[in-house]
């Protein structure tokens, strides 16, 4: 059991006593906060990672992976503000397998690259579902405020039952051919059950905040800096900072600017979930160059 994952173990447990001890607007404030550091921040170093994986390549300049990654930012929110529906689907899409990746990356390194993928989306979308089934009138207040629609059923049971059973087959596959280990899989069924009690005792978004934040967003950042600096010791986790700072500034800064402009015609939560789509986009798909790069390495 290694040291962030005992952290998320014990922080997860320190948001559920907050839980019972704050006002739920608390709750709300905290949450968004922790999302616009922490959460932004591990997002922030998408260019400094691109020109690690490209440091030895000719073909590419830093003027033109910024271009292309402001470009793809760019038509993320415009996707957003003209087909909010379609967007917001891509954007679970995207989450869903981002955090499955982040997650199991290390683990299943012996399964052939669809089985793995679609073990990847199954898990993510397990735990997204897993936050929605016991918030579903917030998920279709937003779901509304953001698109419109006005859903009658998540068909969360059908869908917990299918995902839930296809996860576990594929456990249980690695787990009777030896190609996972019975303390890992024990971990895992520990670490579900402990985010189930944390997204039923919290409001939508401080269980998603918990998840974000300390299930995925700080073994991101281990990840990161490691795959950068080589390491995960103080000096470079403050080196990633500094080369992330001016990056979480200025989403900072467009976070403001599109709240200015379109505050008049769109909800918040559009705009938020507008915002944070539009920089999981390029993430998503960095992150899967970075866990390549490093496979490469390796062999």
Known sequence: MNNIFKFSIVTSFLGLWITTHVPEGF?????????FT????HGSNDLLIINKILEKSKYYSKLSVLTAYLLIVSFAILIFYWTPALALFLFVLFSAYHFGEQHWEHSLSKLN?????????????????????????????????????QLTNLYSFPLLLVLGSYVGAVLAFELYFDLLSREIVLTELFSLAVLTIIFKSSSL?????????????????????????GDFKLKSTLKYCKSAAPYWIISLIGMAVLYTVFSGEKHFYSLFFAFIAAVTFPHAFVMVKMF????HNHK
């Open 27 to 35: 709750e709300l404030i905290f949450g968004f906060i922790l999302i």
């Open 38 to 41: 922490f959460g932004m921040i």
């Open 113 to 149: 690259k669809i089985l793995k993928s679609t073990f990847y989306f199954s898990y993510g979308l397990l735990i997204l579902y897993l936050l929605f089934a016991f918030n579903e009138v917030g998920v279709k207040s937003i779901i509304y405020e953001i698109t419109g629609y």
């Open 205 to 229: 978004i401080w269980g998603f905040t918990i998840y974000f934040i300390l299930w995925h967003s700080i073994p991101s950042l281990a990840e990161q800096i490691k795959f950068v600096y």
């Open 292 to 295: 390549s790069k490093k496979k």
